[in-house]
Antibody, heavy 120, light 106 residues
Framework: QVQLQQWGAGLLKPSETLSLTCAVF????????WNWIRQAPGKGLEWVGE???????NYNPSLKSRVTISVDTSKNEFSLELTSVTAADTAVYYC??????????????WGQGTLVTVSS | DIQMTQSPSTLSASVGDRVTITCRAS??????LAWYQQKPGKAPKLLIY???TLEDGVPPRFSGSRSETEFTLTISSLQPDDFATYYC?????????FGQGTKVEI
């Protein structure tokens, strides 16, 4: 069974860099897009960006200038960095898998979520 | 960006009710729409993809349909476990966008 396990710092000060990592267990790493999605407290879901196992990335234009997603295929892990955070970046961040190909599905497996709070 | 407009934002229902949630895309997304269920403190769960295909393990009381750019999630007979928030999401074009969510409450 595919499992995504994520971790990272949960409390940041304004202007610091958010850093999260997601590890994939129990399934193939190749052939999928690996995503970050966030949810501000009491709000809806916002797609942050994604990376293919080859390293190709796509980012939400609203965050593109501050986001970097990287991959370590030797560990089946991918990571998110978001620079210059503000209180508006306070959210639960989820990692998720997106199936592509002839019958794409959307996000079929999700991590447990990490609450990141930005406060001085 | 393709905007997803979901309605209603809140829905009050009882066990056994038939429930319908609508999601409208601002432009054509073909069938590339997914529905998710989210419970408090949990990650979303994929229910339906490609507008009407049920994800493995999802009860058949859930169904999805499409008419042009309007998509519908139907729960045929609401069960206690179904009280949650539901989101639609388009995956036709970047950036992937979600609807605002529909909270189904008692």
């Amino acid at each position: 069974q595919v499992q995504l396990q994520q971790w990272g710092a949960g409390l940041l000060k304004p202007s610091e860099t958010l850093s999260l990592t997601c590890a994939v267990f129990g399934g193939p790493f190749s052939g999928y897009y690996w995503n970050w999605i966030r949810q501000a407290p009491g709000k809806g879901l916002e797609w942050v960006g994604e990376i293919y196992h080859s390293g190709s990335t796509n980012y939400n234009p609203s965050l593109k200038s501050r986001v970097t997603i990287s991959v370590d295929t030797s560990k089946n892990e991918f990571s998110l960095e978001l620079t210059s955070v503000t209180a508006a970046d306070t959210a639960v961040y989820y990692c998720a898998r997106r199936k592509m190909g002839l019958n794409p599905k959307g996000f079929d497996y999700w991590g447990q979520g990490t609450l990141v709070t930005v406060s001085s | 960006d393709i905007q997803m407009t979901q309605s209603p934002s809140t829905l009050s229902a009882s066990v056994g009710d038939r429930v319908t949630i609508t999601c409208r895309a601002s432009q054509s997304i073909s069938p590339w729409l997914a529905w998710y269920q989210q419970k408090p403190g949990k990650a979303p769960k994929l229910l339906i993809y490609k507008a009407s295909t049920l994800e493995d393990g999802v009860p058949p009381r859930f169904s999805g349909s499409r008419s042009e750019t309007e998509f519908t999630l139907t729960i045929s007979s609401l069960q206690p476990d179904d009280f949650a928030t539901y989101y639609c999401q388009q995956y036709s074009d970047y950036p992937w966008m979600f609807g605002q969510g529909t909270k189904v409450e008692i």
